[in-house]
């Protein structure tokens, strides 16, 4: 088990070569061999969501998924929101709607909904709350995320 | 409260609080939210729960149970704002005072749906098992 394997992980586009034992997990290896800090660890058994990332697009806990799997995969994290110094709609309607106070959960809510969104730009407004359930917060009483995530919708549908 | 399972859905929540000074009323709001839904999650679905030799039976959050998005209902926010001269700011605390009322505001409310069947809830979290439980002991027929 102790024996590493060569693996790329295309990260927002930067392709990092790593060597990983078979279980480093996918967000170990994101934050520890490719110094990408955004993406946070909460639970590590897949029930918070706040390792949450896209993998070729879709929403992955990323620490119920070994870096092995996504060798040669697309991976994109909280940092490849933001375009240059103009934050992705999602991040803008985090900060308007003051859907996050401690942060911790935001990376996992923030790529969670872009990637459903992306995938789903219609999705009706009971069907985001579904969605949006499968991640926690303990700060917010998710009011805020709610009605973030809704402006942000119709932001990026506008786009 | 659904009778037949115990579930309990929460149609609205209402609270007011005073603050002394709202400095920044959109922080205020969030903290309130917050306070509120651990006030509920306390209520209705938080529980560390042991077996009889001492082991631990809720070791996950999927066990634990936080609430989602799902459980927390709209809540609607009023403010009194009294200012303290106890504060520089004339602000005062805030956050807990959704976390301490919730619980026993949505207890009272579920004992108040359960009052025609001569039942009420005394333990936190008022769990679908310990509904039901007391239900069908109010419907056991008397010795």
């Known amino acids: ?159 | 409260v659904d009778i037949e399972t115990g579930g309990v859905t929460i149609e609205k929540f209402i609270v007011a609080e005073d603050a002394g000074r709202l400095i920044n009323p959109m922080i205020v709001d969030g903290q309130i939210h917050g306070g509120v839904a651990q006030g509920i999650a306390n209520a209705l679905y938080e529980e560390i729960v042991y077996d009889e030799t001492g082991n631990i039976l809720t070791t996950t959050l999927a066990d634990y149970l936080p609430p989602t998005s799902h459980e927390i209902p709209p809540i609607e926010i009023h403010h009194l704002e009294t200012l303290t001269s106890a504060s520089v700011t004339k602000a005062k605390g805030l956050g807990e005072g959704g976390t301490i009322g919730a619980p026993a505001a949505v207890v009272n409310a579920i004992n108040d749906a359960l009052a025609p069947f001569g039942v009420s809830i005394d333990e936190f979290p008022a769990t679908p098992q310990r509904i039901r439980a007391a239900l069908r002991a109010s419907q056991e027929p008397r010795a």
């Open chain 1, 1 to 159: 088990m102790t024996e590493k394997t060569g693996i790329t992980l295309t990260i927002n586009g930067e392709r990092h070569s790593i060597a990983v034992e078979p279980r480093r997990t996918l967000v170990d290896a994101i934050r520890e061999d490719c110094g990408k800090t955004g993406t946070h660890i909460g639970c590590e058994h897949g029930v918070c969501g706040a390792c949450t990332i896209l993998v070729d697009g879709e929403p992955v806990r990323s620490c119920l998924m070994f870096a092995l799997q996504a060798d040669g995969k697309d991976i994109r994290t909280v940092e490849g929101l933001a375009d240059g110094d103009n934050l992705h709609p999602m991040q803008q309607a985090f900060m308007d709607n003051h859907a996050l106070q401690c942060g911790f959960c935001t990376p996992g809510f923030l790529m969670l909904a872009v990637g459903v969104l992306e995938r789903e730009p219609d999705i009706g407004d009971d069907e985001l709350l579904d969605v949006l359930s499968s991640n926690l917060c303990r700060c917010t009483g998710y009011q805020n995320i709610i009605k973030a995530v809704r402006s942000a919708a119709a932001a990026m549908r506008a786009r």
